[in-house]
C-alpha cells in the first residue's frame, strides 16, 4: 500500500508542468541582463537538487519497508516452529510482535487462532479468525478456523455457516466437509434434547393433573 502511494504521488510530481512566463524584452543598456543567466542556472541546479532528495527519501522508505517485511515474516517463521513444537504461548508471543508491524496480515491472525484454540482460549480464537475472514474473505482456511472456533465456543450453527463458506470456497476440503457433519450432529442432537426435555415437562404435568382430579 504505501509503495502504490509513494508511486502515485510521484506521479503527481511529474505531472504537468507550469507554464513559464514569456521573456521580458529587456534593456540592452542595462548591466543585469547577463545576471539573468546565472540566475536561471541557479534555479535549475536547485530543481535538480531537491528531485535527488525526493528519490534519495523514495529509497529510504522502501528499504524500511523491506526491513519490516523481513522482521514479520522471521517471527512469523519463528512461532511456526514454537507451534509445531507445543510452545504455543511463545508462538504467540511470536506472532503478536509481528502484529504489531503488520496488523492488517490475515495469515497471522489465522495462525494466532489456532494457537489459542490449543490452550483452551476459545473466545479469543473467534475473534482472531473473524478477523482473518474480514481481511481475506476467500481463504478457505480461515473459515475452517473460525468454524472450529465457534464449534468450541458452542455455537454450532455458526460454525455450520462457516464451514460451508469454506466449501463454497475449496468443495473438496475434506477437513471443511468432516467439521460440518460434526456441527450439524450436535446441531441435531441439541434438537433431540430440547423435545425430549419439553415432552418429560408435559409428562410430569399429566400425571399431576391427574391425582389431583
Known amino acids: 500500500m504505501k509503495m502504490a502511494w509513494k508511486n502515485k504521488a510521484g506521479q503527481e510530481g511529474r505531472g504537468k508542468k507550469r507554464s513559464r512566463p514569456a521573456t521580458m524584452a529587456l534593456n540592452p543598456n542595462l548591466p543585469f541582463e547577463s545576471g539573468d543567466d546565472d540566475d536561471?542556472?541557479?534555479?535549475?541546479?536547485?530543481?535538480?537538487?531537491?528531485?535527488?532528495?525526493?528519490?534519495?527519501?523514495?529509497?529510504?522508505?522502501?528499504?524500511?519497508?523491506?526491513?519490516?517485511?523481513?522482521?514479520?515474516?522471521?517471527?512469523?517463521?519463528q512461532g511456526n516452529r514454537l507451534a509445531e513444537d507445543g510452545k504455543y504461548h511463545e508462538a504467540l508471543g511470536k506472532w503478536e510482535a509481528a502484529l504489531s508491524m503488520e496488523p492488517r496480515n490475515a495469515v497471522l491472525h489465522e495462525q494466532k487462532a489456532q494457537a489459542l484454540l490449543e490452550i483452551g482460549d476459545s473466545w479469543n480464537a473467534l475473534k482472531a479468525a473473524t478477523q482473518a475472514t474480514e481481511l481475506k474473505p476467500?481463504?478457505?482456511?480461515?473459515?475452517?478456523?473460525?468454524?472450529?472456533?465457534?464449534?468450541?465456543?458452542?455455537?454450532?450453527?455458526?460454525?455450520?455457516?462457516?464451514?460451508?463458506?469454506?466449501?463454497?470456497?475449496?468443495?473438496?476440503?475434506?477437513?471443511?466437509?468432516?467439521?460440518?457433519?460434526?456441527?450439524?450432529?450436535?446441531?441435531?442432537?441439541?434438537?433431540?434434547?430440547?423435545?425430549?426435555?419439553l415432552d418429560v415437562a408435559h409428562s410430569r404435568y399429566s400425571v399431576k393433573d391427574k391425582v389431583e382430579t
Open 40 to 77: 536561471t542556472t541557479t534555479t535549475t541546479i536547485t530543481g535538480g537538487e531537491a528531485e535527488g532528495k525526493n528519490t534519495n527519501e523514495a529509497q529510504e522508505a522502501l528499504t524500511g519497508d523491506e526491513h519490516i517485511k523481513k522482521l514479520v515474516d522471521s517471527f512469523l517463521s
Open 138 to 197: 476467500s481463504w478457505c482456511e480461515a473459515w475452517v478456523t473460525l468454524g472450529r472456533a465457534q464449534l468450541n465456543f458452542g455455537e454450532p450453527d455458526s460454525a455450520i455457516e462457516s464451514f460451508s463458506r469454506a466449501l463454497e470456497i475449496n468443495p473438496n476440503h475434506d477437513e471443511a466437509q468432516a467439521d460440518r457433519n460434526t456441527a450439524l450432529r450436535l446441531v441435531k442432537r441439541r434438537k433431540q434434547l430440547q423435545e425430549s426435555g
